[in-house]
């Protein structure tokens, strides 16, 4: 891990909403916000691809993104960005409020302004591409260049994406992250990583397939299943930190099986440093794995 340097721009889109608790702390979140913030701190070129709207959250979230050094390139002029009220009870699961805003309204003229090069990694989430919302936004990714990298971490809504988008990626360089209840429900029953293969072989698409206890596979339907080894970890983290490591490895020019075991290694730190403020750069990737 001596030498990591970032080259290939990353577009980052999705939202950038405000978030308050009931202690009323309010910053600044999103899923889209989070992955750029953490890309920046692995010193990963970033594209905004978040809207910003023309309320109070829009006005915070311009000032945040200006302190970062990311330009705003998604004005919504009618709508403020939407917020996440969030609840944290002494004993229980944190209870979410959402109530959106203009992250969830796109347009094709807003999109087709946004500078891409052959290099530019895409990165969206699949919530952004379900339901009449999204439309504007699949027909943006399905229209792009079949070298064009794209990485779509599919979510809990993958089953709300119809086979046509799929065919529509079918022969792209695109790569779909999901756990293993998401295989599941976009691949079929049975074995997981038979019903994976067969997907990825049918669409040839690549799947990277987090399959909890039995690790991280890599199925892109031209050979068996690889297992990306794995790290020990007692905390489990959010599949956004895999998908962060994996655009870090993509941005520097790694192959795809590199580019996941640094995804490994992220999401790793990220479950054993919960309670930590920030991301992880670099250096301190460096020092989780010095044997690697």
């Known amino acids: 891990m001596s030498e990591f340097l970032a ?58 993104m200006q302190q970062m050094g990311l330009p705003v390139l998604l004005r919504h002029g009618q709508m403020d960005n939407g917020q996440r009220l969030i609840q944290k009870p002494s004993n229980g699961e944190p209870v ?50 079949f070298d064009q990298r794209r990485l779509i971490a599919l979510g809990s809504q993958v089953g709300q994406l119809d086979e046509d988008f799929f065919a529509m990626l079918s022969d792209s360089h695109c790569l779909l992250t999901l756990n293993r209840s998401e295989t599941t429900t976009l691949c079929g029953t049975g074995d997981v990583l038979s019903a994976a293969r067969g997907f990825a072989s049918a669409h040839n698409l690549t799947l990277v397939c987090l399959l909890d206890r039995d690790g991280v596979w890599l199925c892109d339907g031209d050979a068996p299943p690889l297992q990306i080894a794995g790290y020990p970890v007692e905390d489990t983290s959010p599949s956004s930190a895999h998908c962060i490591g994996l655009l870090a490895g993509l941005s520097a020019g790694w192959s795809v099986p590199q580019a996941v075991d640094l995804a490994n290694r992220v999401a790793v730190w990220w479950g054993a440093n919960q309670d930590a403020t920030g991301t992880p750069d670099w250096q301190q990737l460096q020092r989780c794995f010095p044997d690697v």
């Not at 087709?112 to 919530?127: K, V």
């Open 7 to 64: 080259v290939k721009p990353v577009l980052v889109l999705g939202s950038a909403i405000g978030e308050v608790t009931l202690t009323q702390e309010r910053k600044i979140g999103g899923g889209a916000f989070n992955v750029a913030q953490a890309l920046m701190h692995l010193q990963v070129p970033v594209i905004n691809g978040m809207p910003v709207g023309n309320g109070d959250w829009g006005a915070a979230i311009e000032a945040e």
């Open 96 to 145: 979410l409020v959402i109530e959106p805003g203009c992250e969830t309204q796109w347009n094709k003229a807003q999109l087709s302004t946004l500078p891409l090069t052959e290099d530019t990694l895409i990165y969206i989430s699949g919530e952004q591409l379900v339901g009449d919302n999204g439309e504007a936004l699949r027909d943006w990714l399905t229209r792009l260049p």
